[in-house]
């Protein structure tokens, strides 16, 4: 059995690893957050580069078919994996500005 708390682990800084188990790493909501944030953003990445092979291949082979409606879908799935992608960098570039405009380091809350 794997314990997943003590597994992912959320930051380092030098020796000192955090896991979701450890309570006195996050004095705030924000802590938390900013520590978890950049997973979100990687594990966001991954499932978005499924969504476009996944898609991209139901495009291209309902195409040789010629089934309309399936090419239909394929698009869409691929329609929809942009504007996820759009969604994405754009909430990226909005936490980039704050933290510009603030000085909050979000992304790298320790240093």
Do not use: C, H
């Not at 705030?28 to 092979?53: D, E, K, M, R």
């Not at 078919?65 to 942009?82: L, P, V």
Request: proline share 2%; aromatic share 10%; glycine share 10%.
């Amino acid at each position: 059995m794997v314990n997943i708390g003590t597994e992912l682990r959320l930051s380092e800084q030098g020796s000192n690893i955090r896991s979701l188990n450890d309570s006195a790493a996050y004095t705030s909501i924000s802590g938390f957050i900013s520590s978890i944030l950049p997973n979100v953003y990687v594990i966001a990445g991954i499932i978005l580069f499924i969504v476009f092979f996944i898609a991209g291949i139901y495009y291209i082979a309902n195409a040789g078919k010629g089934d309309q409606k399936a090419t239909e879908t394929g698009q869409k799935a691929i329609t929809a994996a942009i504007i996820g992608l759009v969604i994405i960098f754009t909430s990226w570039w909005i936490i980039k500005i704050i933290e510009i405009v603030t000085g909050i380091n979000i992304f790298n809350p320790d240093l």
